[in-house]
């Protein structure tokens, strides 16, 4: 089981070219997309779950294609959008039962029980028989996951499922995800850093509807193996600092100013190595793109 996407370009009416020739290979677990707004995400996942048409290119759910096979692929995933409405007087259970009637799952025994156990996979069994509109925004975020699981997916696409939440549900719908994703493909997209690096294997980096990265969080580390550094500067230095030096963060501690710097060699009489994280990298991705397009 595998998603694989080759040369998938997409460019809406009016021109804009929102994917620009992705070829990217998805097994399974979590799966995490990753980038700015704008940069292709919705677009991606929206033809991954067959409700978008690609402009050029392809792309294949376990060997179908999602052109010719729309209804077998819709079969085997789930989606949730970022959009996600909801009636607010109806409750929990009735709001599944309306999304199940549309999915045509017309047995009445059968719906119940797949009902039941999706709002127990999401940990929403207790709030069965209240109404939405008292839900928080991580409740209705896991009510609409409840959604997407509704005919037992192997593939879940869950769009910036965490945008919006407090720490404390943003904690709790990574782990679910994370759950989830025992023998399925789940893919998440996020602009947040830290959701990809505690819930994804493997992820993406997405800009401008290209492919920056795809792979294991280690292997985007490597690449600045023996390159991260901090150096503890006063105030007034910053500026010649940010001069000098790729800076990848600024943080202020009890004693005065840190920056996380990513150089070849370390010059600064107050800098010392450290190990490269997440954050290192993507910003050290995004800004090879961005001084690349400059020379385009
Ligand atoms: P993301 O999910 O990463 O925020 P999107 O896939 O939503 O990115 O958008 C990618 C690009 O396509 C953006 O420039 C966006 O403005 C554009 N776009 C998205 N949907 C449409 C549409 N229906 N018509 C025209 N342009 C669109």
Same mark, same amino acid.
């Given at each position: 089981?595998?998603?694989?996407?080759?040369?998938?370009?997409?460019? #809406?009416?009016? =021109?804009?070219?929102?994917? /620009?020739?992705?070829?990217?290979?998805?097994?399974?677990?979590?799966?995490?997309?990753?980038?700015?707004?704008?940069? =292709?995400?919705?677009?991606?996942?929206?033809?991954?779950?067959?409700?978008?048409?690609?402009?050029? =290119?392809?792309? #294949?759910?376990?060997?179908?294609?999602?052109?010719?096979?729309?209804?077998?692929?819709?079969?085997?995933?789930?989606?949730?959008?970022?959009?996600?409405?909801?009636?607010?007087?109806?409750?929990?259970?009735?709001?599944?039962?309306?999304?199940?009637?549309?999915?045509?799952?017309?047995?009445?025994?059968?719906?119940?029980?797949?009902?039941?156990?999706? *709002?127990?996979?999401?940990?929403?069994?207790?709030?069965?028989? %209240?109404?939405?509109?008292?839900?928080?925004?991580?409740?209705?975020?896991? *009510?609409?996951?409840?959604?997407? *699981?509704?005919?037992?997916?192997?593939?879940?696409?869950?769009?910036?499922?965490?945008?919006?939440?407090?720490?404390? /549900? %943003?904690?709790?719908?990574?782990?679910?995800?994370?759950?989830?994703?025992?023998?399925?493909?789940?893919?998440?997209?996020?602009?947040?850093?830290?959701?990809?690096?505690?819930?994804?294997?493997?992820?993406?980096?997405?800009?401008?509807?290209?492919?920056?990265?795809?792979?294991?969080?280690?292997?985007?580390?490597?690449?600045?193996?023996?390159?991260?550094?901090?150096?503890?500067?006063?105030?007034?230095?910053?500026?010649?600092?940010?001069?000098?030096?790729?800076?990848?963060?600024?943080?202020?501690?009890?004693?005065?100013?840190?920056?996380?710097?990513?150089?070849?060699?370390?010059?600064?009489?107050? =800098?010392?190595?450290?190990?490269?994280?997440?954050?290192?990298?993507?910003?050290?991705?995004? %800004?090879?793109?961005?001084?690349?397009?400059?020379?385009?």
């Amino acid at each position: 089981m595998q998603i694989d996407i080759r040369g998938l370009r997409k460019v #809406y009416p009016g =021109g804009v070219v929102a994917l /620009e020739g992705l070829d990217l290979t998805i097994p399974p677990g979590v799966f995490g997309l990753l980038g700015p707004n704008g940069s =292709g995400k919705t677009t991606l996942m929206r033809i991954l779950a067959t409700l978008l048409e690609p402009s050029a =290119g392809d792309a #294949y759910i376990d060997g179908r294609d999602v052109r010719r096979n729309k209804a077998p692929i819709r079969e085997m995933l789930g989606y949730m959008p970022q959009e996600f409405g909801f009636y607010p007087t109806l409750t929990a259970y009735e709001t599944l039962d309306y999304f199940a009637l549309l999915c045509r799952m017309n047995d009445p025994k059968q719906r119940r029980s797949r009902i039941r156990e999706s *709002l127990a996979q999401v940990n929403l069994e207790q709030l069965a028989e %209240r109404r939405v509109g008292t839900f928080s925004g991580g409740m209705k975020r896991r *009510l609409g996951i409840a959604q997407a *699981l509704l005919n037992d997916p192997r593939v879940l696409i869950v769009d910036e499922p965490t945008s919006g939440l407090d720490p404390e /549900e %943003r904690i709790r719908l990574r782990n679910l995800l994370a759950e989830l994703a025992g023998g399925r493909i789940v893919i998440l997209s996020t602009h947040i850093v830290s959701d990809v690096e505690i819930t994804s294997e493997r992820f993406a980096i997405l800009h401008e509807g290209r492919l920056l990265f795809s792979g294991k969080l280690a292997d985007l580390l490597a690449r600045l193996e023996g390159r991260t550094w901090i150096i503890d500067i006063e105030e007034e230095e910053l500026t010649r600092v940010r001069e000098q030096f790729f800076v990848t963060g600024v943080f202020r501690s009890a004693t005065g100013m840190q920056v996380r710097v990513i150089a070849d060699a370390m010059t600064h009489p107050r =800098g010392y190595s450290t190990s490269p994280t997440l954050d290192d990298g993507y910003v050290a991705t995004m %800004r090879q793109e961005a001084e690349l397009s400059a020379v385009d």
